[in-house]
């Protein structure tokens, strides 16, 4: 229950989240205020990310399912769509109107950064091949637990990979400095973790949902407090810290999920649209020359700002609403 409850708080933190960074003027980008939001915002990726993995290990728990070939089939598609859209809603439209060598290749350079899309694909894809090459849960799970460690053990060398050159595409999916926000070091760490999170909180044992994840809680705090002394990678401790407080948010979600009969419908259903979710809210914010940032830019006060979140985060939501409600009528029809 408590991935369904991640799942929506993280899409409301994305969806004000994106809209505020985009129109909210640099005049009032200060101040503790600010501050609390802009590390609030923070956790929304690691959010996404982490419910994917737990999400994925949910999804394959039955041994059944997980032998059931057209649904393993299915999850690979999904996953090769997601990477396809990542790239779609980067196309290079501004290189195809333009003579300027630097707005094209600023276009193309855009084009093949990596972004969360692609990175929730590719780790599909990965975790799909694992559970098919290593036939025991315990080994999978060990497995993903290294990945994820080894995602962030490297992530400090891998910002001071070059960028360019004829690989360029390729190192985007490892390195910042090709334009990538979500490359897989370190990102694709979070995902790892809650693969190994989901298995861990399913195995057999006294504790409960809630108290398991105040354990791995207080472990990942722990790790964050010795990164903070021994390791020198800001990059490192930032990735952790913020995995130990979505842990936290889980737990409480969790805690929560343990008071409630059901998740509310209206919550299930967002959560389990997340993807339109993303994807509407990129083209009416984001959206190349027709988007909120393009009519407005950062020039409005905290409170214009505020109520323009609202407003996206309410036509997002309806939007995924009645899309749920014609799946189900052609689902019943």
Known sequence: MFVDLLRFVAALQMLQGHTIAALLAHAHRSGPVYQLWSQARGLTSVAFLFAAGV?????????????????????????????????????????????????????????????????????????????????????????????????????????????????APL?????????????????????FFGFAVGALVRAPGRLGTTGRLLALTTLAALASALCAHWVESRVVLGHVSRLAWVLGVSSALSALGDRLARVPPRIAQLAGHTLLLYVFHVLLVYGQGVGLASWIGPRLSPLAAAAAAALVVLASCGVALYWDRLARARRTG
Not at 75 to 98: D, N
């Open 55 to 167: 999400s994925f290990q949910l999804a394959t728990e039955s041994e059944a399912r997980a032998a059931d070939p057209l649904a393993a089939r299915r999850r690979r598609r999904r996953a090769l769509r997601l990477i396809g859209l990542g790239y779609l809603l980067h196309l290079p439209l501004a290189a195809a109107f333009t003579t300027d060598p630097a707005v094209r290749a600023a276009a193309l350079r855009e084009f093949m950064a990596v972004d969360v899309l692609q990175c929730i694909g590719v780790c599909v894809l990965a975790l799909e091949g694992l559970r098919r090459a290593v036939p025991k849960a315990r080994a999978r799970t060990a497995i993903s637990v290294a990945l994820g460690v080894g995602c962030l053990a490297v992530a400090p060398l891998a910002w001071m990979w070059p960028g360019d050159g004829p690989l």
């Open 171 to 191: 190192l985007a999916y490892l390195t910042p400095r090709t334009g990538s926000i979500f490359p897989l070091v370190p990102w694709a760490a979070h995902l």
